[in-house]
């Protein structure tokens, strides 16, 4: 019981340090411009005076959190393997403009129509990450130079696409979209669940797509923690070496790891695609991949850490706007997550060598184990070839890059 508590700790310290650490920050930063910092963080805690507005509030948060939480699950399923998938924001670009141009151009019932919408979306997200995987695998290619790279291929692609043959938008309109989807392919909103708990109706709708994420979370949770692909996954991770001697494929590991950290990625515009603007435009919602590294960071590339961090990055960004009202820059949002990000990297670092330090203590006091199996002073047991048996078991607590 005492070790799991420890493990527990250790695993949350990382990230409650880093959170106070970018406050502690931010406080000096906001003093320094001269700006009372207690007012600022007054002002960005207040979700309004009424129940409508703090109904609202919740709306915003819960809405601009879906998003940032599948992009922190589609670089944490990569960071599990060992790889930095930063190439997310070219891949669910892509995979918006390509399921809103595809959802626009069919018409089929609704559930059929939203799930070729869905299905597109993570087929392309997975084919532009796999990109990435195959040329890791059969080049040498590291995976940060080439996603990088495919980012702005992405960009520039969508952009051609956007101003060219998938335009939808009318000449000479100041806003540059795609054709609109129709009815059966949105998805509705839940405030009809929030009027049933006997909250009051927000002015905006709170995203169906919401169930989407939770699924997608609880998948992916199962499939890293109690399946045999998510244990080679994470043995790939932490010793390709020790995973090709226990049997594992690890080129075709990093392939399968970067399909699904695309398919994810493919996700991530859906939400506001399908739930309010309907079109894929020049002024859709843009950044989510990067945001999602730091998201998947500070929730220490787990599910339910992701979402908390999602929630908080949510809280943060719906913070600006009533910065700005309140004469205080909106800036000072920008710089918490940025020290969030640098904190979180650091404090990470000090909870890895405080378990580390901790298991090897707890080693010590253990004493060495046997050192054979019987009482013959026979040898440890030694694979067909001649060498010595490998053992790949991966602690639960461990797995993950650092970053």
């Known amino acids: 019981m005492n070790g799991l508590v420890r493990r527990v700790g250790l695993s949350l310290l990382g990230p409650v340090l880093a959170v106070l650490v970018a406050l502690v920050i931010s406080a000096v930063v906001i003093a320094l411009i001269g700006q009372d910092p207690l007012e600022a963080f007054r002002v960005m805690t207040n979700l309004g005076d009424s129940p409508s507005q703090q109904v609202q509030s919740i709306v915003v948060i819960l809405n601009r959190a879906v998003p940032l939480f599948l992009a922190g699950l589609a670089v944490a399923v990569a960071f599990r393997m060992g790889l930095f998938n930063i190439g997310v924001e070219g891949q669910y670009r892509m995979a918006t403009i390509l399921a809103a141009a595809v959802g626009a151009a069919v018409a089929l019932p609704g559930p059929l129509h939203l799930l070729l919408i869905v299905v597109v979306a993570m087929v392309v997200g997975a084919l532009w990450a796999g990109i990435v995987g195959v040329l890791k695998v059969t080049r040498g290619v590291s995976e940060v130079i080439s996603s990088i790279m495919l980012n702005f291929i992405a960009l520039g692609l969508a952009s051609f696409l956007l ?21 059966s392919g949105r998805v509705p ?12 109706a927000p002015r905006s709708g709170l995203h169906g797509f919401l169930l989407v994420a939770v699924v997608v979370g609880v998948v992916v949770a199962v499939l890293l923690q109690r399946t045999r692909f998510g244990f080679d996954l994470r043995a790939t991770g932490l010793s390709p070496s020790a995973a090709t001697a226990s ?36 002024e859709f919602t843009a950044g989510l991949g990067f ?12 599910p339910i850490g992701i979402a908390l961090a999602a929630l908080l990055f949510a ?50 006091a253990a004493g060495p184990g046997p050192q054979t199996d019987g ?25 993950g890059a650092q970053a």
């Open 247 to 282: 049997g594992v494929d690890a080129r075709g590991m990093v392939v399968k790891t970067m399909l699904i950290s695309g398919g994810i990625a493919g996700l991530i515009g859906l939400p506001d695609l399908l739930g309010s603007q309907y079109d894929y435009g020049t």
């Open 375 to 399: 009482d013959d002073g026979a040898p440890p047991p030694r694979a067909p070839d001649g060498g010595q048996r490998v053992h790949t078991g991966v602690p639960g607590g461990q797995q």
């Open 163 to 183: 101003t060219g043959p998938l335009r939808g938008s009318p000449p000479g309109a100041s806003i540059v979209t795609t054709a609109e989807i129709p009815e």
């Open 189 to 200: 909103s839940l405030n009809g669940l929030l009027t049933a708990l006997g909250l009051a």
């Open 315 to 364: 809280f943060l960004d719906r913070a600006a706007l009533p910065l700005q009202f309140a004469d205080i820059p909106s800036s000072v949002v920008t710089i918490i997550q940025g020290t969030i990000v640098l904190a979180v990297v650091i404090a990470n670092e000090i909870a890895r060598r405080l378990a580390l330090r901790s298991a090897e203590r707890a080693g010590a």
């Open 291 to 302: 945001l999602g590294i730091a998201v998947a960071l500070l929730g220490r590339s787990t």
